[in-house]
């Protein structure tokens, strides 16, 4: 998901440095829950991602660090994992062991799990640009769970793999087993396009390639992973993606519905007749969005995001929703303090008052709730949270709760349960300061964050675990005095008609002084350019324990985006790590993103001290104008007026690109060149050190095209060399121009057509190669034969929006391949016109 964060390890001391920040965790609470329900913790379980239930009642809680636990049904949570994957994943940015599902026949034994495989490199490297070599894959497998809470790992069964995960965000990776009986599969777009020639973030166009399996719902059967019966997309022009992408131009058979950005979590309605679900999509920077899981739907992204385009802006939607694309069935804008939809859940008939039946909550990370859509109509089931991720219903007392995986506190499953007009049960909490310190350390015990839902006054037990005696107060707050050693505290409490909280601890270190950390690099101060190898230093003493060892140390980096972050790296161990800096998510987060880094170090009695420093990236003005002014650029797929002047990042790539447009009399204005010297239309800028300006000169055209020919060795155009096609002219062996090989070229045409005639155009070449031919930014002809008659009829959009029939012959006149070009215009006859119409750069 788009905005999951690592919580830090238990903190204890309080200590100022410069530059960094030092503090404690706040205790658990518990959420605030409509009148006759209960919010309780269930287990503490660190980093949780995603839970299922079994058959028999057992639920099963996967970890992003790869470790799958199991709770027995009686409630205990097994300290010994069923498998371990931590050795065979890659946990960086967003990755990890991300999903589970049980299959509906208990005989199979079957679990399926949504984890993200180790490539070749051991580093799990990720790239803005486009997939790194070595990276890692997202991988769907088949295990089974045996009756000793155990899962063998050589039970593996792979069903899908050569998911793209090129940013280390937008995994998706939920995967349930519909009614049909098919296993269906949630992908992200992978952030950053895999094949480099998009970008990332809301100009990533991978959602919209057919022959990967990202950005989509999949839909397999889930003993084999081979494409479902029935699946939409069948026949010719498809193949099956199973194992690894197909070749462009194919659509994958597994595809379900397409176009989403990173629908992280999807949910099944178990009160429908048939298979229906629900698809949590996470938005950019304006929707995020609910989807009715449809066969074959596109849902747009990146052309869309919820119900509008993707225009980066909450009050205009832009155009109407293209043909072909399927609107999302809710969506919320961002300006409702929420801001990352996460998991989803539908309420099963009766589980809970009729009020609730038909219901489909979602929980938002950003905001902290969980939220109700029931005809139509969003309210709030709950709120502060902290962040839920995953949602479930499962058992409990005899019926049904719901149950939702959260980060808070270092990672909890919890779990709301309806209890009617019964008294509800208090929640503790409870702090220790100071917690460590010489001894005879005398500490304050404060429980004061307890809670009764139904507001009652609580009655506070205290145990001590020096083997002192217990006190009940009526306050809450307590002092008591520990000698040397190691000690737990244990808190209940008690409202007033008798029911008793579970118990909750905190450590005191008597005796012990927590670690001082010093965070050599980076320095205070200290800012980035993007792509710095940056390199993380510290050390750590102890007052008993003198210098602590790298094995203590653990380092984390976060990215922090407004309101919410991302995790980026770590947990790693030792003294010294190193990573890549990162662009920002996007453009518009380059103003408000930085990076932020904590070193916490653990002595031998288990207390600890955790450093944070913020790392700033070198924010560039830029300003990109037009010459004349008032003329139309791109920028990271948004479209801006020159002179615009954006925040950018040094050392981040910006997809820059001159538009067909025309000024208010109709003139067409084509791209001149750049105030650097590039001729591109389209091209990558990478941000400079310092604030600067680049300028796209815009000449104004009567009529005509621009022909641009280089070498057939480069159709990039990175190497072009121009020239001056005034009069019908026809090439013979050799080159047309110094630089460019004999009969080796290809030619590129922009510019502006007004459909109004029809235009000739010819040249000719004896290559044996071909000729490849642009119009206005589309190829039309990818290589003919020489010396052959062929006829080519297809449609070009022209920059008014109209598509206008071209018509293309070639034929063989004077002993060379010679093209003409015509274009038609319905309303008039063919006329040729003299190809001195083409107009030189």
Not at 310 to 329: H, L, N, R
Not at 554 to 567: F, K, Q
Request: charged content about 15%.
């Amino acid at each position: 998901m788009r905005h999951m964060r690592r919580v830090a390890q238990v903190v204890v001391g309080v200590l100022a440095v410069a530059g960094l920040t030092v503090g404690a965790p706040s205790p658990a609470t518990a959420a605030t829950v409509p009148s006759g329900f209960t919010d309780a913790k269930v287990a503490d379980v660190p980093s949780p991602t995603a839970l299922a239930f079994t058959a028999d009642g057992r639920m099963l809680v996967a970890t992003q660090g790869g470790r799958l636990l199991v709770r027995t049904a009686a409630g205990t949570l097994l300290s010994t994992p069923a498998l371990d994957l931590s050795s065979r994943l890659c946990t960086n940015a967003e990755r990890g062991l991300l999903g589970v599902a049980v299959d509906p026949d208990p005989s199979t034994r079957a679990i399926y799990l949504f984890y993200t495989a180790r490539g070749t490199s051991s580093s799990c490297p990720t790239s803005q640009r486009s997939n790194p070599s070595g990276a890692p894959t997202n991988r769907v497998s088949r295990f089974v769970l045996r009756d000793d809470n155990t899962v063998d790992p050589s039970s593996e069964t792979i069903l899908l793999d050569g998911i793209y995960t090129v940013d280390g965000n937008h995994n998706a990776g939920d995967l349930h087993v519909g009614k049909d009986g098919y296993l269906y599969v949630s992908t992200g777009d992978a952030s950053c396009d895999y094949a480099g020639d998009s970008g990332c973030a809301g100009r990533n166009d991978a959602a919209r390639d057919r022959n990967i399996l990202n950005g989509k719902i999949l839909r397999v059967v889930r003993t084999t992973g081979a494409p479902a019966p029935g699946n939409p997309f069948t026949g010719t022009g498809t193949a099956t993606c199973r194992l690894a992408p197909a070749p462009a131009g194919t659509i994958c058979q597994e595809t379900f519905a397409w176009g989403l950005r990173n629908p992280f979590r999807f949910a099944f309605d178990p009160n429908a007749s048939g298979t229906v679900f629900h698809v949590n999509d996470v938005g950019q920077n304006v929707w995020e969005e609910i989807d009715l899981g449809t066969s074959g739907a596109d849902y747009g992204w990146p052309a869309r995001e919820g119900h509008c385009a993707q225009t980066g802006s909450a009050s205009s939607c832009g155009a109407a929703t293209p043909a072909g694309m399927t609107d999302p069935v809710h969506d919320y804008s961002h300006s409702t303090g929420c801001g990352s939809i996460t998991g989803g859940a539908f309420v099963p008939n009766g589980a809970w008052p009729a009020t609730y039946d038909r219901a489909y909550l979602f929980a938002d990370y950003v905001c902290g709730r969980i939220m109700m859509l029931k005809d139509g109509v969003r309210t709030n089931l709950a709120t502060g949270l902290g962040g839920a991720v995953h949602l479930e219903f499962g058992p409990h007392a005899g019926g049904q709760a719901l149950y939702y995986t959260t980060y808070t506190n270092g990672g909890e499953v919890r779990r709301i349960a309806y209890t009617g007009t019964a008294n509800r049960v208090p929640t503790a909490a409870v702090t220790a300061s100071p917690a460590t310190g010489p001894a005879p350390l005398t500490t304050t015990l404060d429980g004061s964050p307890s809670s009764d839902p139904d507001g009652d006054a609580l009655t506070y037990l205290w145990s001590f675990g020096d083997g002192s005696a217990s006190a009940t107060t009526t306050t809450p707050t307590v002092r008591h005095t520990y000698a040397a050693g190691s000690w737990t505290a244990t808190l209940r409490v008690r409202d007033a008609a008798g029911a008793t909280s579970q118990p909750v601890t905190v450590a005191i270190s008597s005796g012990n002084t927590a670690p001082a950390v010093t965070m050599s690099s980076p320095a205070a101060g200290a800012t980035f350019t993007v792509g710095d190898t940056i390199r993380l230093t510290g050390s750590a003493t102890d007052a008993q324990d003198g210098t602590l060892a790298g094995s203590r140390l653990s380092w984390t980096v976060i990215r922090v985006h407004d309101a919410h972050t991302h995790p980026f790296l770590g947990p790693v161990t030792g003294t010294s790590t190193s990573f890549t800096a990162p662009g920002p998510e996007d453009l518009l987060a380059a103003g408000n993103s930085y990076l932020r880094v904590s070193l916490t170090a653990t002595d031998s009695q288990g207390v600890s001290t955790t450093v944070t420093r913020d790392l700033q990236p070198r924010k560039v003005d830029v300003t990109l104008a037009t010459s004349p002014a008032g003329r139309t650029l791109t920028v990271n797929g948004e479209t801006i007026t020159g002179p615009t002047t954006l925040t950018s990042w040094a050392g981040y790539d910006l997809q820059l690109g001159v538009p067909a447009q025309t000024d208010a009399q109709g003139v067409p204005y084509v791209l001149s060149r750049w105030s650097d010297g590039s001729t591109s239309a389209t091209r990558t800028w990478r941000t400079p050190s310092s604030a600067a300006t680049l300028t796209a000169t815009l000449a104004a055209q009567s009529g005509g095209l621009l022909g641009t020919y280089f070498d057939d060795a480069d159709l990039t155009g990175a190497s072009v060399t121009r020239v001056d096609p005034t009069i019908s002219f026809r090439w013979g062996t050799g080159a047309p121009v110094s630089g460019i090989g004999a009969d080796t070229f290809s030619v590129r045409w922009t510019g502006t057509i007004v459909p109004r005639y029809s235009e000739l155009y010819r040249f000719a070449t004896t290559s044996d190669e071909g000729v490849r031919l642009w119009v206005d930014g589309r190829q039309v002809v990818n290589k003919w034969a020489a010396h052959t008659e062929q006829v080519h009829t297809g449609t070009v959009t022209l920059a008014a929006g109209r598509a206008t029939p071209i018509r293309i012959e070639y034929y063989d006149s004077t002993g060379d391949a010679t093209m003409q070009l015509r274009w038609w215009s319905a309303s008039q006859p063919w006329q040729i016109v003299p190809a001195d119409r083409l107009r030189p750069s």
